[in-house]
């Protein structure tokens, strides 16, 4: 959870036949797949019967939830899906995507997706149909791709692989050393931070001051990093510009100590308010889209942001920042993500979210027991 047409077929826009806020279900043959015609996947069906139009002023809004069924027609295991939602390309709330990492879908074996989300239309766009679905990008179990890739499919799903199957060797090798009851135990532990994780939101706008705190003293924060033995690049000085809850124009300097080039570094940042606590606020990627960094270069991680820090609904003081490498990309494809011994020396799997993996092995422990755990590791 990110050419051959199976037309559920193109219509005329319905806005005209819509009054202000009235909410009807999508008319049938509303929405197409498209599938290439080389592609991984096969169209079995879809539903899309509680899906809504509402038109609201010059525009529609499309309330969608739809279920989709795929078939794997490769001879190779599937281990991840994005898929485009488009209902139109240049308008801004008019495109969306679903994802799916941590899948394993055998040959000839189907794989159900839920699209459940909101895009607006133009509400004088005619023609064509209301919401198109394509593919953007399948991952296989050899880590190979195949897909436009249009969102970065590739490496956001390869990344994914990589920490599933990090993730599952260490649950792995909790069994093999303490049992069946130290792997219920780490399950439980796993449980138990993702309830306890502070639930922060972060709100992204361009650089500049929000007038709700102009009046708040501002000053600028060094970050500390936390240092990965193995971490093809590292982070060697970064800041950002502090007001009340809001960091403004983070900047962070790194270098590659690898002998490949790199053309992306995602940080991980943390946050820390007035009492010591710890969230996790999100990753900060690289600006620079064409960035190509060679061995032993260094360069600057810039964002013109300003980010905007909540808690339960009520701004939180910043009081410190942390930064840590979470994910490279070399030129050639490749990836590197932590290990599990680097999370958990730094303490970091206490704020961290779990990686989907944990996610979906953690609720197959909740709800089936132990038993049904150790059988699905034992598939991999």
């Not at 994802?99 to 189907?110: D, F, H, I, K, M």
């Not at 990090?166 to 219920?184: I, M, T, Y």
């Amino acid at each position: 959870m990110w050419s051959k047409a199976f037309p559920l077929a193109a219509v005329a826009f319905l806005g005209a036949g819509l009054l202000p806020a009235q909410d009807q279900p999508l008319p049938q043959n509303a929405v197409t797949i498209n599938l290439p015609d080389n592609s991984p996947l096969a169209f079995l069906s879809s539903t899309y019967s509680d899906s809504r139009a509402t038109a609201r002023g010059a525009a529609m809004v499309l309330d969608l939830h739809m279920s989709l069924t795929l078939r794997n027609t490769t001879p190779n295991r599937i281990h991840g899906v994005t898929l485009r939602v488009v209902t139109q390309e240049a308008t801004l709330g008019g495109k969306g995507s679903v994802t799916y990492p941590s899948l394993n879908v055998g040959p000839g074996e189907a794989l159900p997706v839920r699209i459940d989300m909101q895009l607006l239309r133009p509400s004088q766009a005619i023609g064509g149909p209301l919401v198109q679905v394509d593919l953007d990008g399948v991952l296989f179990q050899d880590l190979s791709f195949f897909g436009p890739d249009r969102l970065n499919s590739r490496r956001t799903l390869t990344a994914c692989e990589l920490e599933a199957r990090r993730d599952r060797e260490h649950f792995k090798r909790v069994l093999a050393q303490g049992g069946v009851e130290a792997l219920a135990r780490e399950m439980r532990d796993s449980l138990a931070r993702q309830a306890e994780a502070g639930q922060l939101a972060v709100a992204v706008s361009r650089a500049g001051r929000a007038v709700t705190t102009a009046a708040i003293p501002e000053h600028t924060e060094e970050f500390a990093f936390l240092q990965f033995p193995d971490s093809p690049v590292e982070p060697l000085k970064g800041s950002a510009v502090l007001s009340g809850n809001e960091a403004r124009a983070p900047r962070i300097e790194v270098r590659n100590r690898a002998n490949r080039a790199v053309k992306y570094v995602e940080m991980g940042w943390i946050v820390s308010d007035s009492s010591g606590h710890r969230y996790m606020a999100g990753s900060l990627p690289s600006a620079d889209r064409d960035m190509t960094l060679a061995p032993g270069q260094t360069v600057p991680v810039l964002q013109d942001t300003t980010l905007s820090f909540t808690a339960k609904g009520r701004p939180i003081q910043l009081q410190r920042m942390i930064g840590f490498v979470n994910q490279v990309e070399f030129s050639d494809g490749r990836i590197w993500v932590p290990n599990r011994d680097s999370l958990a020396n730094t303490s970091l799997l206490s704020v961290l979210p779990p990686s989907p993996e944990e996610q979906r092995l953690s609720d197959l422990y909740r709800r089936k027991g132990v038993a049904a755990l150790i059988t699905e590791l034992s598939k991999y």
